[in-house]
């Protein structure tokens, strides 16, 4: 934009990632809200639309911006389809509003307008000639009064400033100074389950009831009212394919596995197959479906894990071994992280020749399975593959299905994982695992939620995983677990948990020094007395409960902290745009000892809820459903891990009138 | 990039302003440091080069980078040439690099290598077909060692992990994983007084010492060792053009001139000529061309006030009324802010037909004057003209004159503000004229010094000009004058002041709601006294030479703010980035009162002074010229403003040896 008379300058339209080269995300039906600044010199009023279209059309849709303050200017329209959106901005100088506005203080101030009169009909000429027929006969109209010397100039004052000519007016920008900002920026609309989520993963093949037999989708099937009664959203299964068999690992990861042994799911591919077939002792396709649709009957999505990597018996070394890595001395190249060997598993070559072949069929993959009714993906390792074949292997599935959700399994370093979410990754595994410190949550999770992170990079926080039994966890006992699981399920929207294994607080490591689990479902079947008395199962059910009863939790980018000056207590608080959900979180991160602090609370919720500070307000405890009058800003809070090391607040307005004098809305 | 066989990501390639719309701004002979993200898929090492040049030169010179932590990769170099630089980045996968350390690894752990050495032996011969002759057969001498299988193992590893090997492998990137950065950068180098300057604003019809008598630039020139003793190096003169007679305003901005009234120097153009004429009374062009040698003999540079704006006596309004905006009653329209009326003023009218000769036009004074030996222009109230027309015509200008300095004298709101720096202007005025309490000098600074605004707004802080006496510096005393001072020459490498009026405390306003100087020197000319008791020019003597002396205070991105548990007292270090010189400043911002705090110093400061915060070390006050043992981190400070109302410490080492034990180097 070189011409020196174009006067508008638009800046930082957003939200924007990296200069416009990745969609930022948003979900169904939610609002978005586009801001702009937009300056020029001088005095001279400006306008501003907003431009949007949804992908696949052809005309922008038009919406006046509004200008905030600080020539910041917003405007806001719903998302109601899937997939991408596209949108940008123009301006221009509003002579006709600088006009009017200008008039007006000389008339006020006495001054003579006669000459403004003149002015302001050249103004009403020049947009009569691209005028719609009835607005160019009003304009017509008004010009006539306003060049009439002989009507008083308090009718062509009225005339001047009536509404309906400024309506008319806004409709035909100052095509001389109009200005389009300089790139089209993307915005894709993702699933409400994107955002708000809750996972559980577990093993088909430890879901028999019958000790030592090998559970299948059946088995499953049997287990999914457990998992819908705790609340749960998505169902995260491991591989689900035929296992190798060539460098089978045993139970605890050894080296050898004896002829019983099951193996690691993650090792895939067999003579039944590769990534298209299903482990026989699973069950059929057709089991797979009805798993998928007794699930959907619960409102329980299937999640599948997608793990590009071949045992040495998958059925691509033999067809396609140019999709490998040859050695020179002929062999195929086994996954290594020197001197560390891992032979059972071959890893793609995607700097081969034939990767235009390769990506082509994994792409198949994801359609195979989507074809069979899958929509939720949970994609293994994924920074072990290029960042740009994910890219587009997410950008080809979801312009047929954007109803899909792609986790990205990475944990790996903070700007591999940003850029897997940028390049398309739905949800991401995050560090929140490592994180139990007051300082560390409260730093960690402002990184996640400051812009523009949560326009791309949406968190999917696990206490554990098959792979993590943190320390944690080890050392903390039952207060550790219903802790861990409060703290996810609040300050995330998307959490999901490994079970059983959770909610029976399983804790031993294999060693001391690791965060292996001792005889681990990953190399063995194991046998869950899912009754046993130490569950925390209701305690999952009440938290998933409380998450889906209030819309401040469906989010995450709306979490604050608060000072509490206590190292072991953390506060914070999340509510509605509208603040008609208000949830402040106190949790004791000492699992061992009993924590008191005086909590402050913030004044944005005073100001919203009690309406001044001196006035009390109830505060609903979720958990225990417990009601509390709070008096002040300062409260006292004291949690003993043993009986709860949390508090979910559900802050009330206190409503005081003739009608409902005690009640609380 | 949409092969997605490329694996490497190149991202937040840094200086970049607005994603590269606008170069970032370094000055002559500063290392400049060019950061950027690199990451790929996997555990392949990488390796990255800067690519820079000079505007002008066609081929990229190349300079490795190197990673520091957290995926961030930097190399710097020394930017040794005025105007305009090029820069972007490169990164590739260092599959030599790579197998070297996986080598190493295996070998260390006992394995068989053998496979090994012939994939090595392969990345050499790729690597021998780029390189030059003298790489070549080192390179075929290293791979016949590798492949050599009757050699001990011991001899191939020595070959294999040779430092010149890696050496010669490091010039031939892989081609076939090598990416570039999608965007090439720019650095706009600037002279170093663009950044460190020390600006003095006189008024030439002032300067004369008869009673009564039109000063002129031989007073200037008898003025400059005045000015040149206090330390300035810049002399900033309001316009010298012929003023115009039409609607003249008279002493104290009053409506109807007298005859014998000068009226105001922004009243540009009279019969004697516009822009590029000099108002008969202050002298010859032949006597400014001298002002300006008399003036660069004692270091200073004289600086012109460039404001486009006419008065209805300018020549251009007859020559070239295209350039003005007609009303429809044939008038020319005059500046106006409804209902204010400058009936003295025509602005131009850059939408017109003919901008693209009155742009040229415009560009033409700049260039005439600078045809005269100006390189310094301060440009009146910018934002008033097309934000583009600056940026193509400080572009054009610098050009051809790198050396230029433009300051943007925009007192506007911040968006703009920024905006007429990113375009172009070297310097700005601020807001600081207005910031007097510690949290809005604190959350100001805190902007202003952050990135990346430093990489294009460079503050220069006044604390008066002809137009703003500020209500602080109207009640404050000598005080506020000394404070006021201190913080501007501190705070910022560039500063100015508009005397006499400052260095003699004059603190009458027009009236008690206004900031503007009673009897201003814009409406009328000024007999000052320089000899005045109160003046305080050994003060500013005094900053002057200690801002000379230290390279700390000569930039402003440095700024650091420490904890001071008084309000009352503003605390705050720079050092330069090798520590050589560390400035710590204390003021009170209380011109009424004693103030007193604990201050304690940051450990940025002791870790590199006394090496452990036990060791005392020495304090020196630079403006006192006082020496001080600090023993601790916590130091107790004492501000009477009667007496000092800030003290300025140079932070000096604590050396103790045999040699010099009680001397601090």
Chains 1, 2 share one sequence.
Not at 45 to 60: C, M, P, V
Not at 178 to 189: A, F, G, K
Request: net charge negative; aromatic share 12%.
């Amino acid at each position: 934009m070189k011409d020196t008379k174009k006067r508008v300058i638009i800046e930082r339209v957003i939200p924007q990632i990296d200069g416009g080269r990745f969609p930022a995300k948003r979900v169904l039906e939610e609002t978005v809200k586009i801001e702009a600044d937009i300056i020029a010199d001088g005095h001279d009023h400006l306008a501003a639309d907003l431009l949007y279209r949804k992908g696949g059309e052809s005309e922008w849709r038009t919406m006046p911006m509004l200008l905030l303050v600080n020539d910041l200017w917003r405007a806001e329209f719903v998302l109601n389809t899937l997939g991408l959106y596209e949108f940008t901005v123009r301006a221009w100088i509003d002579r006709f509003d600088t006009w009017r506005s200008g008039l007006l203080k000389k008339y006020e101030a006495g001054q003579n307008v006669s000459v403004e009169m003149v002015e302001g009909a050249q103004l009403l000429a020049q947009a009569a000639q691209d005028a719609a027929e009835r607005d160019r006969m009003l304009l017509q109209e008004k010009i006539e009064i306003l060049e009439n010397d002989d009507l008083p100039m308090l009718n062509r004052m009225e005339a001047a400033l009536d509404g309906e000519l400024s309506g008319a007016m806004r409709k035909y920008p100052d095509g001389f100074s109009l200005v389009e900002y300089d790139r089209v920026l993307q915005i894709r609309v993702e699933p409400q389950n994107a955002l708000f989520s809750t996972w559980y993963e577990m093993f088909p093949r430890s879901a028999a009831d019958e000790p030592g037999r090998h559970g299948n989708f059946k088995d499953c099937i049997e287990r999914l009212p457990y998992i819908a009664e705790m609340g749960f959203d998505i169902l995260y299964l491991p591989p689900i394919h035929p296992i190798g068999k060539t460098f089978r690992k045993g139970p605890n990861n050894t080296a050898a596995a004896g002829p019983d042994d099951p193996g690691s799911p993650w090792a895939i591919g067999g003579e039944e197959g590769g990534h298209k077939a299903i482990h026989p002792e699973l069950g059929t396709l057709e089991d797979f479906r009805d798993l998928l649709h007794q699930a959907r009957n619960l409102g329980i999505e299937i999640a599948l894990d997608i793990a590009f990597q071949c045992s040495p018996d998958h059925p691509y070394v033999k067809e396609h071994p140019e999709w490998f890595k040859q050695r020179p001395d002929g062999t195929i190249q086994y996954a290594e992280n020197p001197p560390k060997k891992y032979q059972d598993i071959y890893p793609f070559d995607f700097e081969s020749e034939a990767e235009p072949a390769l990506k082509e069929e994994l792409l198949s993959v994801f359609r195979y399975w989507i074809d069979q009714g899958v929509k939720v993906f949970r994609v293994d390792n994924p920074h072990t593959k290029p960042l740009r074949f994910w890219e587009w292997l997410i950008g080809k599935v979801k312009e047929e299905f954007p109803e899909t959700i792609f986790l990205a399994e990475a944990f790996t370093r903070p700007k591999t994982m940003y850029r897997l979410a940028k390049g398309g990754f739905t949800q991401s595994y995050t560090y929140f695992t490592w994180r139990n410190l007051k300082w560390e949550i409260e730093q960690y999770l402002t990184e996640l939620t400051r812009d523009p992170v949560q326009d791309f990079f949406w968190p999917n926080f696990w206490p554990n995983t098959p792979d993590i039994l943190p320390e944690f966890l080890q050392m903390s006992g039952r207060p550790g677990f219903v802790l861990r699981l409060i703290l996810a399920g609040t300050l995330s929207s998307s959490y999901g948990i490994y079970g059983p294994a959770f909610e029976l607080g399983v804790n031993a490591p294999r060693a001391s020094n690791t965060e292996e689990y001792l005889d681990s479902e990953k190399y063995q079947i194991t046998q869950w007395d899912l009754n046993a008395p130490q569950t925390i199962r209701p305690m999952i059910k009440r938290i998933n409960r409380i998450r889906k009863e209030n819309p401040a939790l469906q989010q995450t980018r709306n979490l604050m902290f608060h000072p509490v000056d206590r190292e072991e207590i953390l506060c914070f608080s999340k509510y509605t745009d509208d603040m008609s959900n208000i949830i402040l979180v106190a949790a004791n991160l000492d699992p061992h000892h009993t924590q008191s602090a005086w909590v402050k609370l913030p004044p944005e919720i005073i100001g919203k809820t009690a309406g001044n500070q001196h006035q009390p307000f109830q505060m609903h405890e979720l958990i225990g459903d417990a009601r509390y009058l709070w008096h002040s800003e300062q409260n006292y809070i004291e949690l003993n891990p043993q009986v709860m090391p949390a508090q979910i607040f559900r802050v009330r307005r206190r409503v005081r009138s003739e009608n409902d004098f005690d009640y609380f809305m």
